[in-house]
Antibody
Framework: QVHLQQSGPALVKPSQTLSLTCAISGDSVSSNGAPWNWIRQSPSRGLEWLGRTYHRSSKWYSDFAVSFKSRLTIDADTFKNQFSLRLHSVTPEDTAVYYC??????????WGQGILVTVSS | QSVLTQPPSVSAAPGQRVTITCSGSSSNIEKNYVSWYQQLPGTAPKLLIFDDYQRPSGIPDRFSGSKSGTSATLAISGLQTTDEAYYYCGTRDDSLNGAVFGGGTTLTVL
C-alpha cells in the first residue's frame, strides 16, 4: 500500500521560496511512468494542480501548470525515495494547503496528509 | 473560478439517492477520463471514481460514475450520514495541458 508523508515549514515570508518534501513508502519514485504530483487547495481558488514529475525510459520529466511554470521546481530524490516542490517568489496568495499525490490516468491516489503553508511576514 | 462547474451543494435524506454533476467542455471532460474525490473536513481528498466509472478497491458500489459529452455525474445511493462531505470532480484539460478540478459540492444528508 502506497503512503505519502509530507514535511516542510508552515510559514514562509513573502518573496522567499516555499519548499516541501513528500516521502514515499510502498512504491518507488522512479516507477516507470508513474507521475508524482503537487496540488494545492485554498478557499479562494479551490483545488489547483501545480505540476508533476515522472521517470520514463531512464529519463526524468516534469510538467507544470501554466500559471506556475516560471516559478515552480519539482525534483525527485531516488536515494531517499521522495520528491519535492519549490515555489519561488511567493506572495500571500500562495497561502494554501499543499498536497502531494501519486497520479494515474487523470486521477490522483493516494494523497499526502497536506500541509497548511501560510505566506506572511 | 474553476474550469469544471459543480453545484455548490446538494442534500437528501438517509437511504435516498443523490447525483452531483460536473460540467466541462470539449477540451477536458469530452476527451479525457473523469475522476471523483470525497473530502471529509480536515482531511485529504480520497479517490472515489476513476476512468469515468471505475471504483478503486474498497469503495462501495453505492458510489457510481457516468459521463456523457461534456458532463459527468457522480451518483450516491443508499445515503448514509457518513457520506456528508465535499465532493470534487477532476480531469485533464488539453488546452491547459494539465489537470483541472471542479469547485466542489457539499453533500448534506438530512
Amino acid at each position: 500500500q502506497v503512503h505519502l508523508q509530507q514535511s516542510g515549514p508552515a510559514l514562509v515570508k513573502p518573496s522567499q521560496t516555499l519548499s516541501l518534501t513528500c516521502a514515499i513508502s510502498g512504491d518507488s519514485v522512479s516507477s516507470n511512468g508513474a507521475p508524482w504530483n503537487w496540488i494545492r487547495q485554498s478557499p479562494s481558488r479551490g483545488l489547483e494542480w501545480l505540476g508533476r514529475t515522472y521517470h520514463r525510459s531512464s529519463k526524468w520529466y516534469s510538467d507544470f501548470a501554466v500559471s506556475f511554470k516560471s516559478r515552480l521546481t519539482i525534483d525527485a530524490d531516488t536515494f531517499k525515495n521522495q520528491f519535492s516542490l519549490r515555489l519561488h517568489s511567493v506572495t500571500p496568495e500562495d497561502t494554501a494547503v499543499y498536497y502531494c499525490a501519486r497520479g494515474g490516468n487523470n486521477w490522483f491516489a493516494p494523497w499526502g496528509q497536506g500541509i497548511l503553508v501560510t505566506v506572511s511576514s | 473560478q474553476s474550469v469544471l462547474t459543480q453545484p455548490p451543494s446538494v442534500s437528501a435524506a438517509p437511504g435516498q439517492r443523490v447525483t452531483i454533476t460536473c460540467s466541462g467542455s470539449s477540451s477536458n471532460i469530452e476527451k479525457n477520463y473523469v475522476s471523483w474525490y470525497q473530502q471529509l473536513p480536515g482531511t485529504a481528498p480520497k479517490l472515489l471514481i476513476f476512468d469515468d466509472y471505475q471504483r478503486p478497491s474498497g469503495i462501495p458500489d453505492r458510489f457510481s460514475g457516468s459521463k456523457s459529452g461534456t458532463s459527468a455525474t457522480l451518483a450516491i445511493s443508499g445515503l448514509q450520514t457518513t457520506d456528508e462531505a465535499y465532493y470534487y470532480c477532476g480531469t485533464r484539460d488539453d488546452s491547459l495541458n494539465g489537470a483541472v478540478f471542479g469547485g466542489g459540492t457539499t453533500l448534506t444528508v438530512l
